[in-house]
């Protein structure tokens, strides 16, 4: 049965690209790559059976196939939409596309607390992104937003309902991921909630991932809860031998100095993981001696993260120490001496959750 | 190479005429222009008794801002210290904890914030940046010193009074 696959001619934004049947036209954008590739916030590639919940993907199907060549009547998402042969699909070339998208940003910023400031998840965000791409300025929403109490799951993980947008994806980690799935989604509608069963903490050995695949900061991590903003952070890829056997062990450690302040996975363009990593290298692994860093990790230049990085940078030879015998210049004065920030004997990166009072009273 | 402004003219490198060896000519041209100026008006004014008008957007010294029941604004979010062309702002952040919160506006504060006013440049945009209404450029001068230790201004220095405490001496 060597028979050669069909392969459907998918047109996306006037850009033809040849798929297997069966792709979705989100899958089918990304293999053109660029800009015409759909925004998704609640789809994943690596956990099956996500997607179909956020509504960003939206695009509009101008023609349907080869065979029936009407236009689909209303805008599809796209993660969940398998293309037809001949299939003709407008995102960013259609206005109604984009003016959907503007309304399910709207709708998805409705209950989110827009407390970016106070996030940790501020610099990395999905929603942020969205929000700045295809957002309005301004919230039309004037009633009282969703509330919740923050929640801690295990001593590991915060769960900030308020800013949760409901896309499952760690429901799906944690069902793909590990042995036993704790949490889940309780409640319907406006009600509904990420929670776990009379707050059991959750403690698998892969669950830490669904900090990373929480497309907004209702899932962080408390080792680095409100220690330092992901923008002033290097991040370097790293890995080291995990010794689980279903853990890659290729991680990025988000550098200060020499604190891994934290660890997470390797996320690709999409800002989805490249592999899973498992709780041991994510959460205690917190000294640079523990890995092998690799180098400083490629990050886009439109990110806020690469700021103050700079690539590529040639240091000029500096001539005085020569001139001067070996002799430093004098100082006239060190920063170190005065400055409260950075002390040594506050290791910021070695406190257990966030930084109190308490930390700094010296 | 091709001149940057069309102002450039050569050099007249020519032998001094009778009258401009005489240099009598030249010498009250100048005297001309010396007394003109005692009689225009004086761009200098005796400071520190004369003192200059700012202009109303004038930048001086930073405050941190607290709100109406005196809670400090600052969230540690790191907007200014991301947005400072000049990196003078660092700080560290720290969590509200339970008891806290007649002290800081929200669950998370900068329980240390530090600007190194030897690299500052006033140029406000740490003010432009803040989410908070934390930060604020007032129209003091900033006071100079003789030694740069007292230029790194840290929490104290920069939080406004507790609104009804009365300020050390």
Known sequence: MAEEKKLFKVKIDGIPVEVEPGTTILNAARQIGGDIVPPAMCYYSKLQGSGGKCRTCLVKVSKGSEADPRPMPKLVASCRTTVMDGMEVANITSPEVLEARKGVVEFLLLNHPLDCPVCDQAGECHLQDLGYEHGADGTRYEFKRREFEKIDIGDKIQLHMTRCILCYRCVFTADQLTETRQHGILGRGEASEISTYIHKSLDNEFIGNVIDVCPVGALTDKTFRFKNRVWFLKPVDAHRDCENPKCCGKTVLWLRGDEVFRVTARKDKYGEVEAFICDTCRFDKKETKDWIVEGPRKVDRHSVISQGQYVGVHKPKDALPEVLDGRQPKLMMNIHNISQVNRPEIDLSRIEGPAHSDDFKN | ?169
């Open chain 2, 1 to 169: 190479m091709q001149a940057l402004t069309n102002r450039a003219k050569p050099v007249d490198r020519r032998p001094m005429t009778f009258t401009e060896k005489l240099y009598l000519p030249a010498i009250a041209k100048g005297m001309v222009i010396t007394f003109k100026h005692i009689f225009q008006k004086k761009e200098t004014i005796s400071y520190p008794e004369q003192k200059r008008k700012f202009s109303p957007v004038f930048r001086g010294l930073h405050v941190l801002n607290r709100d109406a029941e005196g809670r400090e604004n600052c969230t540690a979010c790191g907007l200014c210290a991301v947005s400072c062309p000049a990196e003078a702002i660092t700080m560290e952040g720290a969590e509200r904890k339970p008891g806290e919160e007649h002290l800081y506006r929200e669950e998370k504060y900068a329980a240390r914030y530090e600007i190194n006013m030897l690299r500052c440049i006033f140029c406000g945009f740490c003010e432009e940046a803040c989410p908070k209404d934390a930060i604020y450029l007032t129209e003091t001068f900033a006071p100079s010193n003789y030694n740069r230790e007292s230029f790194i201004y840290g929490k104290e220095d920069l939080l406004i009074p507790m609104p009804g405490e009365k300020k050390k001496a």
